[in-house]
């Protein structure tokens, strides 16, 4: 009998290893589980991506499965359960989740896939496969800026804030507002080259902290800075508000009538630090599915490009190629922001773990002063 367990035992294993054998040869009818937030990207931009695989590669791609989460507090417990093989998520919670051993890695040729970013970030081009950044821009209504005489150039994040005074002393009307306080403070205090910790204790003790925080309180405080709030695009849009700080780009989600700008920077800011750079995540869940990941991760080097990018509201991570910046869509914002180079600064900590927790006490206080 034992000796009829074992056997039955190995012609089980066997059975196993040639099903699952057979669903990789299949190759179309192999189906890869990518989970995502919907509260970083948009499930419509997903499933265009989706779709937008599945139509190059033709019948030999895998089939994308895609599976969205309303928070990262779901999507962490549903991760405890099982795990997908890819994930799109930031770079900080892929290299947290490399440093505990629970990513996967792809064999890709040497400089196969944006060797700059491989080299800025350890886990890039193996384990992770960086798209873009969800970078504040500035977006802005020229039918109102124009009768006003205020052009959309601004030369400095004061001189911005200058105009945003002179604005509203003359119509009595604040000049901006934002869709969320965190990462526009993060992306100017990041150019003078201070880390938001979203800790009052910690940030009040910087001074460059100060000085941005303080700006912004002051015209909170005059009626030139709405506080941030839901709807300020759609304000803007309306001519309501001249001009509205966006939490990332996206160049299908643009009212019409409106332009970006990239945010204008302090003086003395010498770059744009991004909030966090996001990009999928190899799980290696299951490693009879890493054939199939790497063919996806070869197309996102070959097929994804800066349209792309935008479409799922992230400054693109690759640099421009000739053909791209004679498109004409938004290719004069992504040039003045990282001059057609690669943005692959290093990402400022653990922001989007702790942005949630940022937003409450930074638009608290705000509220406060308005």
């Known amino acids: 009998m034992k000796k009829i367990l074992m056997s039955a035992a190995a012609c089980a294993a066997a059975l196993i290893?040639?099903?699952i054998y057979l669903k990789f040869e299949q190759g179309g009818q192999q189906r890869l589980s990518l989970w995502y937030v919907e509260e970083y990207i948009s499930a419509a931009a997903m499933e265009d991506l989706a779709e937008g695989y599945a139509g190059q590669r033709g019948r030999e791609a895998c089939e994308l499965s895609l599976r969205s989460f309303s928070s990262e507090e779901e999507l962490a417990a549903?991760?405890?359960?099982?795990?997908?093989?890819?994930?799109?998520?930031s770079y900080a919670r892929a290299a947290s989740l490399g440093s505990?051993?629970?990513?996967?890695?792809?064999?890709?040729?040497?400089?196969?896939?944006?060797?700059?970013?491989?080299?800025a970030l350890p886990f890039a081009g193996r384990s992770f496969f960086p798209l873009g950044s969800r970078v504040p821009v500035l977006a802005y209504n020229p039918a109102v800026l124009d009768e006003a005489g205020i052009s959309p150039e601004f030369e400095s994040f004061e001189s911005f804030m200058d105009t945003a005074g002179e604005y509203r002393e003359k119509t009595g009307a604040p000049f901006f507002s934002a869709e969320s306080l965190s990462p526009l403070l993060c992306a100017l205090c990041g150019s003078l080259g201070y880390e938001l910790k979203g800790e009052p204790e910690l940030d009040g003790m910087d001074e460059d902290f100060r000085y941005v925080y303080n700006y912004l309180a002051s015209a909170a405080i005059e009626g030139s800075f709405l506080p941030p709030g839901e709807g300020r695009l759609e304000l803007a849009a309306g001519g309501l508000l001249p001009c509205a700080v966006l939490d990332s780009p996206s160049s299908s989600g643009l009212p019409e009538g409106l332009s970006y700008a990239p945010l204008?920077?302090?003086?003395?800011?010498?770059?744009?630090?991004?909030?966090?750079?996001?990009?999928?995540?190899?799980?290696?869940?299951?490693?009879y599915a890493l054939p199939g990941v790497r063919?996806?991760?070869?197309?996102?080097?070959?097929?994804?490009?800066?349209?792309?990018?935008?479409?799922?509201?992230?400054?693109?991570?690759?640099?421009?190629?000739?053909?791209?910046?004679?498109?004409?869509l938004d290719n004069i914002?992504?040039?003045?922001?990282?001059?057609?180079?690669?943005?692959?600064?290093?990402?400022?900590?653990?922001?989007?773990?702790?942005r949630r927790n940022m937003e409450t006490l930074l638009g608290h206080a705000l509220d406060l002063l308005y």
């Open 264 to 287: 204008p920077l302090p003086k003395g800011g010498e770059t744009v630090y991004v909030p966090e750079i996001l990009g999928f995540a190899v799980t290696g869940a299951n490693t």
């Open 100 to 119: 505990r051993g629970l990513l996967g890695e792809v064999e890709l040729a040497a400089g196969d896939y944006l060797p700059a970013i491989e080299e």
């Open 295 to 328: 063919d996806f991760a070869l197309w996102l080097r070959d097929y994804f490009s800066a349209e792309d990018a935008l479409e799922l509201g992230l400054i693109p991570a690759s640099p421009l190629s000739e053909a791209e910046t004679s498109s004409g």
């Open 17 to 19: 290893v040639f099903l």
């Open 78 to 89: 549903a991760f405890e359960q099982e795990q997908p093989d890819l994930l799109m998520c």
């Open 333 to 354: 914002l992504i040039e003045s922001w990282h001059n057609s180079e690669a943005l692959v600064y290093p990402p400022l900590g653990d922001f989007f773990d702790n």
